[in-house]
């Protein structure tokens, strides 16, 4: 019985023995750090990456091969796999964090996705200004310090008619240096059913909290009138605030004051009425088929004292946060210390000068500021690309997927119209071989991601949001997803925001 026992530990001994050599042996083949950097692959990548990206490369690649060999895998240790690794790992990591990627949600105004894509003439006078010194706070006529909000204030004021303007970061700064401004330890009387949270951060009755305004809810979730504003109003009273609901809406029995009619009770008393629009329309959709959002033109006819809005929502240009309204009180905000810390870059100053200026013209706004095009496309436009896609994807994909053209619903997005549904065209996939739910995620995780709902057993592609410069990369990515292409590892130039027909 003993004598097996010391057989048998005998023989687990030599085979740990005879697999510690090979793993020993393999170790030694491993090349060193030095060995990689002075191949011939070697003085490639440091031609082209930043040596600290190779170094940290060939460290991962020559750690991750120690690894599998001591958990007793055999990896491939020829130098030229080993440097296929690396060459992997140093394009991963010389890659960009922040990338393009194809929208075929359909979502136009898409949050996560970044919002409003700029228009040519925008990205235009953006570098441009990027690349030079500017008059960005230097006025030209006196060769005096200048205004950095005078260079928009005119085109602004023209276009919404409103008596003067100043722009911030985004919306909530502008809402929150309103009601800093105004009502800072005063009361701010706000119906229940605006008591908005919008994109998960921006609720307001935290933002009010936040400037020190008082939030005076009046009304009820559905039904606001006019007696329960007038019932609220008090002498610390300093701000009739309206909030455009934007993402939600309350269907049913419901009332809400209009500004018209707040106009008229803060005439009355005279305390200010500031609407928050959030979006921001500059063009009355409804003649397009889209109803449902007021325009700020509208609203500043009202004789609203302060507007605020966004500049990357439905006025289709960058982050920034629009206010016009009253010359007295726009003034007040200008010496308002929060201004200089909400305040824009160049960069957005010219890229939204540029997306206002669009609009003097109406028809070439709706043309060329790829948000409103992409909201107003004739359903016909968007079933021809999806046509297209189709058409390319057909050839590639037939054998790994069933696919078609389908009618379906896009969505404005951006805290925009949410009870409207645009009718669009997608292109449905569904894949023979792989589950729906693993085209999806290879689509979000390759060089370009694609980003596209799952329905049922197909996955989507709205062509209401794919541009029509992408519609290549786009089928090859499909076609690298259902593993029909060999990923060439390139990163494609492709020039997602300019994309033109
Ligand atoms: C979107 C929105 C905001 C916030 O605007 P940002 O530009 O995202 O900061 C504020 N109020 C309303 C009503 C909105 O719709």
Request: glycine share 8%; aromatic share 4%; net charge positive.
């Amino acid at each position: 019985m003993a004598r097996l026992q010391v057989l048998n530990l005998d023989r687990d001994a030599s085979v740990v023995l005879q697999k510690h050599m090979t793993i020993q042996q393999q170790l030694a083949q491993l090349p060193s750090v030095d060995e990689c950097l002075k191949s011939s692959y070697g003085k490639k990548w440091l031609a082209s990456y930043a040596r600290k990206t190779v170094l940290r490369a060939i460290r991962e690649v020559i750690d991750s091969k120690r690894k599998e060999i001591l958990n007793g895998a055999a990896p491939d240790i020829s130098i030229d796999a080993i440097s296929r690794c690396i060459e992997t790992a140093v394009k991963k990591h010389s890659a960009y964090k922040l990338r393009p990627l194809i929208n075929a949600t359909g979502v136009v105004i898409h949050t996560n996705l970044g919002r409003s894509i700029l228009s040519a003439v925008a990205i235009e006078h953006m570098m441009v200004t990027a690349g030079s010194y500017s008059n960005l706070e230097y006025d030209l006529s006196t060769g005096k310090r200048g205004r950095r909000y005078s260079n928009i204030r005119d085109i602004i004021k023209e276009l919404t008619g409103a008596e003067d303007a100043v722009v911030v970061n985004n919306n909530a700064a502008a809402v929150l240096i309103c009601l800093d401004t105004f009502a800072k330890g005063r009361e701010v009387i706000v119906s229940r059913g605006e008591l908005v949270e919008i994109g998960g951060s921006f609720r307001i009755p935290e933002v009010m909290k936040a400037s020190g305004a008082i939030l005076r809810e009046v009304g009820t979730t559905n039904k606001t009138h006019f007696a329960d504003y007038e019932n609220a109003l008090c002498g610390n009273t300093a701000l009739l605030l309206k909030v455009h609901q934007s993402n939600y809406r309350v269907i049913g029995f419901t009332e809400e004051v209009p500004v018209e009619k707040l106009m008229k009770l803060g005439r009355e008393y005279g305390i200010p009425v500031m609407d928050d629009l959030g979006s921001g329309c500059m063009i009355d959709l409804k003649k397009y088929g889209v109803p449902g959002e007021p325009t700020v033109q509208e609203v500043v006819r009202t004789g609203a004292d302060v507007v605020t809005f966004s500049g990357d929502k439905l006025l289709g240009g960058p982050q920034a946060g629009i206010i016009v309204g009253k010359e007295k009180l726009i003034q007040k905000i200008q010496k308002n210390p929060l201004l200089r810390a909400m305040r824009i870059d160049k960069m957005t100053l010219a890229s939204l000068e540029a997306t206002f200026m669009q609009y003097l013209d109406e028809e070439k706004a709706l043309r060329e500021i790829p948000a409103l095009r992409m909201m107003t496309e004739p359903v016909e436009i968007i079933r021809k690309r999806a046509k297209k896609i189709y058409a390319l994807l057909k050839k590639d994909i037939s054998g790994a997927a069933q696919t078609e053209v389908v009618p379906d619903q896009s969505q404005a997005g951006g805290g925009s119209l949410p009870e409207i549904n645009f009718p669009t065209f997608a292109v449905s996939v569904k894949p023979d071989n792989i589950s729906v739910n693993e085209l999806e995620k290879r689509l979000r995780l390759g060089d370009i991601p694609v980003i596209a709902r799952i329905k049922g057993n197909a996955l989507l592609i709205d062509a209401r949001t794919v541009q029509d410069g992408e519609v290549k990369d786009l089928v090859r990515c499909v076609s690298t997803a259902l593993g029909l292409s060999r990923d060439d590892g390139t990163i494609s130039n492709i020039k997602i925001i300019n994309a033109k027909n």
